[in-house]
């Protein structure tokens, strides 16, 4: 994990640049997270990786160093409804370009984890599994993941029926017999839920 894309896109060119990722694509409910980051290059968060590799307690202590050791960072999130309007990636783009356009230092470019540009406005750099290779990538993960978490421990509190703390929306089997007991909430995407909705 290190800063070489960073480096590669400013040998371009591209003064500033920030790490984006998403988190919440494949759950059956509540909304897709995203967060931008920009980084000092010499900036060294011990312990910093893909979120998914890392413990929710590591997440939590990683939270707040990343959002300390910043130039700047920034959140935002598509709710479930959208996600059914608009399709689960373009939501996903809509949250990358929230966030993008919402930092404080407007970055000259976007690294970007996955194979898809969301059309932020400044040059995107598309890099698979990018949240394991890129610091900024990896910061942005973990803030998404955190941020999503915490949003699903409050629906939680709301829908206590659903044990989200347990899931976080995802499709395990104790969510299912969640759905098969009490049915969709307003929370959930009736559109990851049609092959639930057809055998009801």
């Known amino acids: 994990m290190d800063y070489n894309?960073?480096?590669q896109a400013m040998a371009?060119?591209?003064?500033?640049?920030?790490?984006?990722?998403?988190?919440?694509?494949?759950p059956l409910a509540g909304p897709?997270?995203?967060?931008?980051?920009?980084?000092?290059?010499?900036c060294?968060?011990?312990?910093l990786n893909d979120s998914k590799k890392l413990t929710e307690k590591k997440r939590e202590a990683l939270f707040d160093v990343i959002r300390e050791k910043a130039v700047a960072y920034s959140i935002?999130?598509?709710?479930?409804?959208?996600?059914?309007?608009i399709n689960i990636?373009?939501?996903?783009?809509?949250?990358?370009?929230?966030?993008?356009?919402?930092?404080?230092?407007?970055?000259?470019?976007?690294?970007?984890?996955?194979?898809?540009?969301?059309?932020?406005?400044v040059e995107e750099i598309t890099i698979v599994k990018g949240d394991g290779q890129s610091m900024s990538i990896a910061?942005?993960?973990?803030?998404?993941?955190?941020?999503?978490?915490?949003?699903?421990?409050?629906?939680?509190?709301?829908?206590?029926?659903?044990q989200?703390?347990?899931?976080k929306g995802y499709g395990t089997r104790l969510h299912y017999e969640c759905l098969e007991k009490y049915g969709i909430s307003p929370v959930h995407r009736l559109s990851f839920l049609k092959k639930f909705l057809e055998k009801q």
């Open 5 to 7: 894309f960073e480096k």
């Open 32 to 42: 897709v997270c995203a967060a931008a980051v920009i980084l000092p290059l010499d």
């Open 164 to 167: 989200f703390k347990k899931h």
């Open 89 to 121: 990636l373009q939501a996903t783009f809509q949250a990358m370009r929230q966030a993008i356009g919402s930092l404080s230092v407007r970055p000259d470019a976007a690294l970007i984890d996955g194979n898809g540009k969301p059309g932020s406005g």
């Open 44 to 47: 060294d968060i011990e312990g």
């Open 76 to 85: 935002a999130m598509v709710d479930e409804k959208t996600i059914d309007e």
């Open 12 to 26: 371009r060119g591209f003064g500033t640049v920030c790490g984006v990722d998403e988190a919440g694509r494949g």
């Open 139 to 162: 910061a942005a993960s973990v803030l998404a993941k955190v941020t999503r978490d915490r949003y699903m421990l409050e629906l939680d509190k709301k829908y206590p029926e659903y």
